[in-house]
């Protein structure tokens, strides 16, 4: 089961002055929910680091903007590995509000590069990762 | 002319613990250099929600990370107006280092959607502020 | 019972180049802490805005940084009423990471001052919502 | 002279749904000013680090919000050293709109304490740093 939903909650952090969730801030919630997605499967950032000799970074991502979002809200952030390749994993990523299944919000592509740690070049995914996130190639 | 191009620095807020600028700071950026294209040609929200009863909000944005930046960095971020439809801005940005012409750390394509001041819907981009834009479809 | 504790993760967002949670990072956390502490009496910002008229805005903090907080620790954020005048609350809060009494990382006092919400000047708690607190002048 | 006056302009990422400054963009206003005001005297953070073996965290902060600030707002932020110890730095700062002598919106005391940047201990600020900033204990 590679699908992951993180509830949240906006706080006054989050929001703007046009009265709703600023465009930036559903980034950190994405990100949010991929790095939950790793934790549930036993993988956290500093892991990747010590055992793997690896970070993973955000290499593209592309968004779009639904429904504005408001204070109070909560919402559901989802990630779902939708591919992998060598060096990078892809997500298909959903905010909704409410409701696991609510009104859609925003919903997106991320595609997310393995790096080696040290010297911050593109680096294979190492198989011992893949088997731990129970994901085949 | 239609591009305009926003130094900015890089401060411990924009990074994060894997010592570069965090993901999320670079859609806080392109922003930046939105809203100083818009007031290069004298416009600023407020005026937008008085005088126009709109405001701009982001619909969609894809954005490639090339390379990294890190603290300290100058950047120069640049949105370039590639497109016009009846209710959206389409922006060509691109954030570099040290120059104008420096190395490329991130592109992306910014689609950003007028939209009733009050109602919150959809609404054509009023023809006066075209002009002020001076922007012709 | 006037104290409330939010526990909540640190992601990468909150993290900076100095590899610990970055400053600025802790002021979110405590408004978070706080609007929970409402929240748990039943009280959202909508409902303080469209029922009593009035928005609560930090008046005032002061905060003394203990330890450092790393990337994925999980902190326990407290609020605790402390004191009330006519237009103030008075929060004295503590970031503690682990569990509700693990180590010290963040400690403070927050002011948060009650404002006519279209007027924005400094207005009386409504003695309604001092009910709905449960709180004593 | 030891005080540095910092221009910035609020841009959306900074407000919040009460249609403010959000309480902690102050922080990184006030830590943008310290830096400028390090660099402004030709330190950097990278320098601290690799020439001196230190890095320079926020051990506490005291700030009183006296007016909003609003988007699109110019904003000049101080920061003057008032005093020096051993190992730390405390510096007095304001927050000011329009111009330098503007209405007073922020202002506060922030202690910056020097620290070993490989055992993060405190650590007595280098006489070397002492000369290169003109400070006199």
Redesign the interface.
């Known amino acids: 089961m590679n699908e992951f939903v993180l509830p949240l909650?906006v706080?006054?952090?989050d929001?703007?002055?046009?009265?709703?969730v600023?465009?930036?801030?559903y980034?950190?919630f994405l990100?949010?929910a991929r790095?939950e997605w790793l934790?549930a499967k036993g993988v956290?950032?500093?892991r990747l680091r010590d055992e793997h000799g690896i970070?993973l970074?955000?290499?593209?991502?592309?968004?779009?903007?639904r429904r504005?979002a408001?204070?109070?809200d909560e919402l559901y952030v989802s990630a779902e590995l939708s591919g992998v390749t060598g060096a990078r994993f892809v997500f298909r990523q959903e905010v909704r509000r409410d409701t696991a299944d609510g009104p859609l919000l925003c919903e997106g592509t991320a595609e997310v590069a393995c790096m080696d740690a040290m010297q911050?070049k593109p680096r294979r995914v190492p198989k011992a990762l893949f088997k731990e996130l129970n994901v085949w190639m």
């Open positions: 909650r706080y006054l952090e929001t703007d002055a046009q009265g709703v600023y465009n930036a801030s980034f950190r990100e949010r790095t934790r956290e950032h500093n970070v970074v955000l290499a593209g991502i592309e968004v779009k903007f504005p408001s204070l109070d911050r």
